[in-house]
């Protein structure tokens, strides 16, 4: 069977629901297309998974559909929605060894024993347990056990996969490690996967394309370098990343973007789309930290402020710095230590620079 036979078109249309007046959904519309990895990004409370639940079946909308390849599938029941899914705590049976775990929805799909073996036989290789399967749940580590759980979620050739932060349990490298591995496993098998998670560096490094939910509704989505370079708004900027904002107010047009003005001091900025803010209007420009450089030298920039630094941090790779400027306050900056000379220190004058192209407007919300 090829990936496009396996994957699966999924339309929200319109979804809603309320818990004593609360909505946790609110006209909620997203289309998942055949065989794509869409992430459901938000915080706490946000509605994400209250969104995997209602296409799971195990949460009933009070209106809207789902529609399963133009299939409403609303009223179905979860054990006729054919999805497999995959939880935070494994969920694996553990009285029973590594294969018959991931035989147990063979099994009570009433399977044939010469069909139970094969599948999974099939599914514990793709996910590299061949040589674990007489093992039991308490001999595997985290990251084996939560193989287990895909295996088991994928033996039955579900319509979609649905996995609700099925790494949150495991360390730092373990998980980068799991992270890699559903990646190439989505890729080889072709299956739809719908993943939610509130760890953003997780949703950009795995997904196809992400939806950031808020207060039951969904408030951006694209691809990763799309919601990263180009939010929306101040909470998907701060959200997805750290960013800096710069406020101000525009002072003329320019030439494929505008000059705004804070505190007495010109800035440019440059349009990526829309219609360029007229004269007067208050703006906000986002402003990743490692879009910003130490101006010293020959080096020249767009933009470019003064300021002290405040404090710093070693993170390996680069140096966080935070500079106190005098028109916006404490402003992150993140330098690459290989060519940062010698280390940083608080109280050091520095002179910090962007490119016009650097920052994207956004809305303040």
Known sequence: MTAAQIGHDLDIVSLRKTYDGFAALDEVSLTVRRGEFLTLLGPSG?????????????????????????????????????FGMVFQGYALFPHLSVFENVAFPLRIRKCSEAEVQAKVNAAIDLVQLASRADRYPRQLSGGQQQRVALARAMVFTPHLLLLDEPLSALDKNLRSEMQDELKRLHKRIGLTFIYVTHDQDEALSMSDRIAVMRDGRIIQQGSPSELYDRPATTFVADFLGRSNFLRGTVEAPISGGFTFAHQGTRFTQTIQDGDCPVPGRDVVVALRPEKISIVDGEARADNVLKGV????????????????TLEFGPVTVAIPTWKSGAPPAAGQPVSIGWDASAGTLVSDN
């Open 46 to 82: 946000s509605g994400k998974t209250t969104l995997l639940m209602s296409i799971a079946g195990f949460v009933q909308p009070d209106s809207g559909d789902i529609q399963l390849d133009r299939r409403s599938i609303v009223l179905l029941p979860p054990e006729r929605r054919n």
């Open 309 to 324: 630094i405040s404090e710093w941090n070693y993170l390996g790779a680069q140096f966080r710095l935070v500079v106190d």
